[in-house]
């Protein structure tokens, strides 16, 4: 059993379901409101309505507050904000690492040793939206945008609220009824990161998304992170991008797919956890390539046995990308 241990972080972290954010009241018009009373750290969702020159004015629930960034905020964006007391602005900018530790707790469950609680039982209309035997790169586009707005706008090709809770007219079992507030609230955890690291004074562009697989037969998750500074190759001024996928699955067990690319380079890596898949993937790599070819050009894939541990994994790769330090929180390995 993994457990997570966390070292200093607010227990105002927990994702809240992706359609509460929606359905908020009006806002208070007294800008001291509970904000202005919350304990330094609390996280405060709101919109920058205007640049002063000593910041930015933010409509919150609570009123309009003011706020510091040391990086640029567009007017009209609706941002995390942290709790800063005793100062003379009321915000900060909140970073990613007050997500991580609340989307790595809904993500112990199903990139653990034990069983997914979700197999089988996902809603029958997220089939559609990844899951399905056949690719749709406009329905993956807008799972992608809903997974990135911080679950506060309406959208109109994918709703979360409404795919997971609907039942084709059929009674939904208690065990469904669970799976649906599960992915509401990973869902929520992920829109809440995603919505946290492109505004980060730290770090990389990154955004977390999790990966169905078609029947059913396994669960991941998959980081895209995109970063000017450390272009390399032949055109050191082309930006370079990675996509690192963190995979369960039923008959390949753990593996990790790192893809990185600059241009029209594209590298790629897997790294399996069984000798017997490694060997698989490798005598297979061959196929990918006439694919992958018709888009990037050079293509090099390679294939390794390794331990895989992807819940170390994506711990590591988010703590570095944001700039977060190690030490924000721990899994720890618990057995009987």
């Known amino acids: 059993m993994v457990s997570i241990k966390i070292n200093q972080v607010s227990s105002e972290l927990l994702p809240r379901p992706a359609k509460e954010a929606v359905n908020r009241g009006p806002a208070p018009q007294s800008g001291q409101g509970r ?49 800063f007391g005793g100062s003379g602005s009321e915000l900060v900018l909140a970073g990613p690492q007050k997500a991580m530790p609340a989307i790595m707790r809904l993500l112990l469950p199903l990139l653990g040793a034990s069983a997914n609680p979700l197999a089988h039982n996902l809603p029958p209309g997220l089939a559609a939206y990844g899951a399905g035997s056949q690719a749709d790169p ?55 990161l995603n919505s946290l690291a492109p505004v980060s004074q730290q770090g990389q562009n990154l955004f977390l998304y999790p990966c169905f697989f078609a029947g059913t037969s396994g669960w991941g998750e998959w980081l895209f992170s995109f970063n000017r500074q450390e272009g390399r190759g032949s055109d050191s001024s082309l930006p370079e991008y ?69 819940l170390q994994k994506i711990k590591t790769d988010l703590a570095h990308k944001t700039g977060t330090s190690a030490d924000l929180f721990t899994l720890v390995n618990l057995t009987a």
């Open 35 to 83: 904000a202005a009373n919350a304990p330094a750290g609390k996280l405060v969702r709101g919109t920058v309505i205007a640049k002063t020159s000593g910041g930015y004015l933010v409509k919150t629930a609570a009123g309009v507050l003011t706020a510091d960034s040391l990086v640029p905020l567009e007017v009209g964006r609706e941002i995390w904000f942290e709790q």
């Open 138 to 192: 406009v329905k993956l586009l807008a799972f992608i945008a809903a997974m990135s707005n911080g679950g506060t706008a309406d959208n109109t090709l994918f709703d979360p609220f409404a795919v997971l809770t609907r039942h084709d007219g059929r009674q939904a079992s208690q065990t469904a009824e669970n799976a649906v507030s599960t992915l509401q609230n990973l869902f929520g955890a992920h829109a809440q």
């Open 242 to 310: 990675a996509v690192s996928f963190y995979l369960t699955m039923s008959r390949l067990g753990e593996m990790h797919l790192q893809l990185s690319g600059q241009g029209k380079e594209l590298r790629g890596r897997f790294t399996m956890a069984s000798r017997a898949a490694a060997a698989h993937v490798s005598a297979h790599l061959a196929q990918l390539l006439p694919t992958l070819e018709r888009l990037y050009q050079p293509v090099t894939l390679s294939c390794r046995y390794e331990s895989v541990n992807n």
